[in-house]
Structure formats: structure tokens, C-alpha cells
T-cell receptor, first 109, second 115 residues
């Protein structure tokens, strides 16, 4: 399984941006970078994914390094509802997702 | 659009008893997954179905766990007999078929406590 490295936890203030880093130095050319998040007592939910170019959607932005060995999930204005565990996952050719421990994001009011 | 449905939401059993979980995926989704999530860890894939066939069950403890997906729609996951270490949240997810539409949609999970 492809591996990612994320910080265990991050804190942010409400309405400030949050930058969540992810290292994936062993990524292969066909691996997609996926981000999911899991709110308390819920199943994970899809956030965003990308291959080479930066991506934006209504939830977040994904910035991918030129060498693809790292990426950053950006929450532009954190709200209390964004408090969750965020998972950075390399989706391999067989479409399976291998979840690590993720980053626990705490948002202070 | 209705999401992935799972039942029951909570289950408490004694060790060596049997238990079954049910999942109804999003309508039209060909692929269905069962994950096990132990407290403090990320979900771990147990089994993946495509329609009613098994794609991957390499992480399923087959001596006690079994799963089926009748008619390529609903699925059940069974544990018989349960052990203390099976205490976890069991998550079901589904996704459409196709390389560009492989987002997985998760249900709320079933929290199993084995005493």
C-alpha cells in the first residue's frame, strides 16, 4: 500500500485558513491524491482529489507540489463544523483507499 | 439522493455470540465496501464487492467473518463467533463504477461492543 505522512493534530481559530500538509514521497505516476474527513460519530466523507494540478471545490483547495511528493489541503475559512479527522490517501490503480491515522483538526471559537 | 444506510447503529453482544450488520448502498452504485474502524485508527478495508462478486477479501478474517451481497444491491456482514478485539465501528461505503467516479460514499456505521 502507498503511504502518506500527516501530523497527528492541528489547531486553528474560527474563520482563519487551515493548511493541512501531507507527505507521500513514494507516490507513483498513476496514484491520485484523495482527501476525506470524518466528523465525530460519522462515516468519512469525500473532500477533494487531484492528480497533478491544483484543484478547488466548494469545500477546499488542494495544492500539489510539482514533484508530487507532497500536497496541502487548504480550508479557506475554518468553521466549528470543520472540526474533524482529515485523511490524506493515495488512491491506487485498484481504486482501494488505505486510510492512515489522519490529522485531527480542532477549531477554536 | 438518499445516502448509504446501515443498521443497526449500535450493538452490544457477549463474546462468542454472533452478530450481523446490514448495508443498503446508494441506488445504482456497483461497488460496495465494508471497513472496520478500531477506536483511534483509520478505517481498514475488510471486503470489496463489485455488483454481487467479491473483488478483494484479503483482509477479511474468514474463520469468523463472512459477507454477502445478494442481487448486487444490499449487503450483510456477519461475525461468528465474536471476540473482544472485534469491538469497532463497521462502516459500509459504495461508489459508482468508473475511473473518474470512484468517490466512496460512507454510511454512518454500526458501533459494535463485544463484552
Amino acid at each position: 500500500d502507498a503511504k502518506t505522512t500527516q501530523p497527528n493534530s492541528m489547531e486553528s481559530n474560527e474563520e482563519e485558513p487551515v493548511h493541512l500538509p501531507c507527505n507521500h514521497s513514494t507516490i507513483s505516476g498513476t496514484d491520485y491524491i484523495h482527501w476525506y474527513r470524518q466528523l465525530p460519530s460519522q462515516g468519512p466523507e469525500y473532500v477533494i482529489h487531484g492528480l497533478t494540478s491544483n484543484v478547488n471545490n466548494r469545500m477546499a483547495s488542494l495544492a500539489i507540489a510539482e514533484d508530487r511528493k507532497s500536497s496541502t489541503l487548504i480550508l479557506h475559512r475554518a468553521t466549528l463544523r470543520d472540526a474533524a479527522v482529515y485523511y490524506c490517501i493515495l488512491r491506487e490503480a485498484d481504486y482501494k483507499l488505505s486510510f492512515g491515522a489522519g490529522t485531527t483538526v480542532t477549531v477554536r471559537a | 439522493e438518499a445516502g448509504v444506510a446501515q443498521s443497526p447503529r449500535y450493538k452490544i453482544i457477549e463474546k462468542r455470540q454472533s452478530v450481523a450488520f446490514w448495508c443498503n448502498p446508494i441506488s445504482g452504485h456497483a461497488t460496495l465496501y465494508w471497513y472496520q474502524q478500531i477506536l483511534g485508527q483509520g478505517p481498514k478495508l475488510l471486503i470489496q464487492f463489485q455488483n454481487n462478486g467479491v473483488v478483494d477479501d484479503s483482509q477479511l478474517p474468514k474463520d469468523r467473518f463472512s459477507a454477502e451481497r445478494l442481487k448486487g444491491v444490499d449487503s450483510t456482514l456477519k461475525i461468528q463467533p465474536a471476540k473482544l478485539e472485534d469491538s469497532a465501528v463497521y462502516l459500509c461505503a459504495s461508489s459508482p463504477l468508473g475511473a473518474d467516479t470512484d468517490t466512496q460514499y460512507f454510511g454512518p456505521g454500526t458501533r459494535l461492543t463485544v463484552l
